[in-house]
């Protein structure tokens, strides 16, 4: 009746079957998936670079600082703007740091991520409070 080995159903059972077998198997999430949707404590954060031996323990970069409040929204010296937190991974979305990615690296840290992904030193530390 249908010939299986035939040009037309050969490649349309390897294709299902195929699928069928990746269906089977538990996919773990890609990287691009970033894992659950999250926030950042609200509250000002503080941006600075590692000292040096002679001089302060941090440099603390100003124009780096800025300030997370509700519904992912932050704020610095230049506007607001959204910031999206995937995992570990914020990035800000819109305004004036859109593009800017921070890894979170404890409970107020943040290390901002390099364009080719490696970390900075340039890490953020919130101060507290919620203004």
Request: aromatic share 6%.
């Given at each position: 009746?249908?010939?299986?080995?035939?040009?037309?159903?050969?490649?349309?059972?390897?294709?299902?079957?195929?699928?069928?077998?990746k269906a089977?198997?538990?996919?773990?999430?890609?990287q691009a998936?970033?894992?659950?949707?999250?926030?950042?404590?609200?509250?000002?954060?503080?941006?600075?670079?590692?000292?040096?031996?002679?001089?302060?323990?941090?440099?603390?970069?100003?124009?780096?600082?800025?300030?997370?409040?509700?519904?992912?929204?932050?704020?610095?010296?230049?506007?607001?703007?959204?910031?999206?937190?995937?995992?570990?991974?914020?990035?800000?979305?819109?305004?004036?740091?859109?593009?800017?990615?921070?890894?979170?690296?404890?409970?107020?840290?943040?290390?901002?991520?390099?364009?080719?992904?490696?970390?900075?030193?340039?890490?953020?530390?919130?101060?507290g409070g919620?203004?």
């Amino acid at each position: 009746m249908f010939d299986v080995d035939g040009p037309i159903l050969k490649p349309l059972i390897a294709l299902v079957q195929g699928g069928a077998a990746k269906a089977a198997v538990p996919q773990a999430p890609s990287q691009a998936d970033g894992g659950p949707l999250g926030t950042m404590p609200h509250g000002t954060y503080q941006c600075a670079l590692p000292g040096d031996a002679d001089g302060s323990v941090i440099k603390v970069v100003e124009s780096e600082n800025f300030r997370i409040a509700r519904a992912s929204r932050y704020r610095n010296e230049e506007g607001g703007g959204l910031y999206l937190m995937r995992g570990k991974m914020l990035t800000f979305t819109q305004g004036p740091k859109k593009g800017e990615r921070f890894m979170r690296v404890g409970d107020n840290q943040l290390q901002q991520v390099k364009p080719d992904g490696s970390l900075s030193k340039l890490i953020c530390t919130r101060l507290g409070g919620t203004s």
